[in-house]
């Protein structure tokens, strides 16, 4: 039986359950073979516009390796607004952070500011993001 936030899911009894909204969800299995019943660990779920998931899955950075400047690029033609951009060391401290009002298909990122080395830039957009390893050299 599934569970969200408000109590028993009607209806809700097969081993997978799609959750139609955001918000909490884990599921209580009732076996001999486990001898009485066993709850899931709980799920937060956040769901995502289909705009949203393009727009992520479909963002690349060139060059990679880069010196001073690399570009995003997006290869679906969507407006998204209100990005950020966050670049992370290799011991997960945020060494650089951009917002970008309005944003379609191509951003160019000036890099001069880092050191050499392997980054992680992940590009945010609401609760959702995507993650690219960098090489500045």
């Known amino acids: 039986q599934w569970y969200n936030i408000s109590g028993i899911i009607s209806g809700a009894i097969n081993k ?8 909490s969800y884990y599921v209580v299995i009732n076996s001999s073979c486990i001898n ?25 950075l060139s060059p990679n390796p880069s010196f ?6 997006s290869r679906s033609n969507v407006l998204m607004e209100k990005l950020k951009i966050q670049i992370y060391n290799s011991i997960g401290q945020c060494v650089k952070s951009l917002y970008l009002k309005d944003f379609q298909s191509e951003e160019i990122i000036n890099l001069s500011d880092l050191s050499p080395g392997v980054y992680n830039l992940s590009v945010y957009h609401g609760t959702t993001f995507n993650t690219f390893k960098i090489i500045k050299y």
Do not use: D, Q, R, W
Request: hydrophobic share 40%; net charge negative.
């Open 16 to 23: 997978t359950y799609v959750a139609p909204t955001n918000g």
């Open 36 to 60: 009485g019943t066993s709850a899931s660990n709980t799920l937060a779920v956040t769901l995502i516009s289909m705009e949203e998931h393009l727009f992520l899955n479909n963002l690349s």
């Open 68 to 73: 001073n400047f690399i570009t995003l690029k």
